[in-house]
């Protein structure tokens, strides 16, 4: 009865096994992937980060930094109109997404603010306006929170505050399960959503492939193990401390950020001008024009203090 219980159990693993890595969509290497003629390229001593500019060289520069899945290709309308109201605007990749590099690093806070850094050092900015959408949100208050010398203002759309908001932090911790979850369910789900980016006459193929480049899994597990282990509120605290000016728009119905971790993080810096639009996590595409508009009175006000 135990032999074949181990049989079983053996046979079971095994295919388990097969499925697991006849799975893998990873078959393609970064530099593969067709690169957009506008992207440039900078390296710091954990790879190579991928980045574009628009605007006037001129302008008030602004570091645009994307959220957890969409990369910066697919941030180029809203740039394009934020340069209409005066910023030289600077959009890159995180490591692990778009046209970046997969490092075999841990995708922590620390990680991804030393990127920044390194970006904001190769763009030779001293005073910069930060931009950060869902995750990007979260890092760019981090930065704000540890270099309140070099962030002019802070700019935060749907932020992101933390992994207990969407129920992940004990299963990511769960070896083989977690594997198995965030490669047919996780990852095929984000691969279904970017099909919607079609609602926003945009093409999805580049979000599609970018899921196939080896090492992309790799930084969304350490990414959900790792980034997250963050106090986010704290950062909040520091800005606030630091009389930071910020700008933050968010939507009560967001599927992926709830209204309440918003409203708790907007508490703590209560001079932030707060905004809220219907319209879900996707609401930077969908009421661009209206949020652009407010940009446009907030940075008037910063930069006339």
């Given amino acids: 009865m135990v032999n074949w219980f181990i049989y079983i159990f053996f046979v079971f693993f095994l295919i388990l096994f097969f499925v697991y890595v006849f799975g893998n969509r990873e078959t393609i290497d970064i530099n593969d992937l067709e690169i957009d003629s506008e992207y440039s390229f900078f390296n710091n001593s954990q790879g190579k980060t991928a980045y574009y500019s628009i605007g006037d060289d001129s302008s008030e520069p602004l570091i645009l930094i994307h959220g957890v899945t969409v990369p910066s290709h697919y941030y180029k309308k809203i740039a394009i ?37 390194d970006f904001i050092n190769h763009l030779s900015l001293d005073n910069v306006t930060l931009m950060g959408v869902s995750m990007g949100g979260a890092l760019a208050s981090n930065y704000a929170a ?10 935060l759309n749907v932020p992101f505050v933390g992994l207990q908001t969407i129920g992940l932090e004990n299963f990511a911790s769960i070896p083989i399960f977690w594997d198995f979850y965030l490669r047919f369910f996780i990852i095929n789900r984000l691969v279904e959503r970017g099909y919607g980016l079609t609602d926003d006459n945009q093409d999805p193929d580049h979000f599609i492939e ?22 986010f509120y704290n950062d909040y605290q520091l800005i606030n401390d630091y009389e930071i000016p910020v700008h933050i728009t968010y939507a009560p119905d967001d599927e992926d950020v709830p209204m309440d971790s918003i409203l708790k993080a907007i508490k703590l810096v209560p001079d932030a001008r707060t905004f809220s639009f219907e319209g879900g996590h996707n609401i930077i595409n969908s009421r661009t024009k209206e949020i652009v508009s407010l940009i446009n009175d907030f940075k008037s006000s910063y930069l006339n203090d």
């Fill in 210 to 231: 970018q899921f196939n480049v080896v090492g992309t899994q790799y930084s969304f597990s350490s990414l959900m193990k790792n980034f997250t282990n963050h106090d």
């Fill in 146 to 155: 540890k270099n309140p010398n070099k962030v002019k203002a802070l700019i």
């Fill in 81 to 117: 109109s934020l340069s209409e109201i005066g910023y030289k605007v600077y959009v890159y990749d995180h490591f692990g997404r778009g046209f970046s590099d997969r490092p075999k690093i841990k995708y922590n806070m620390h990680n991804y603010r030393n990127q920044l850094n």
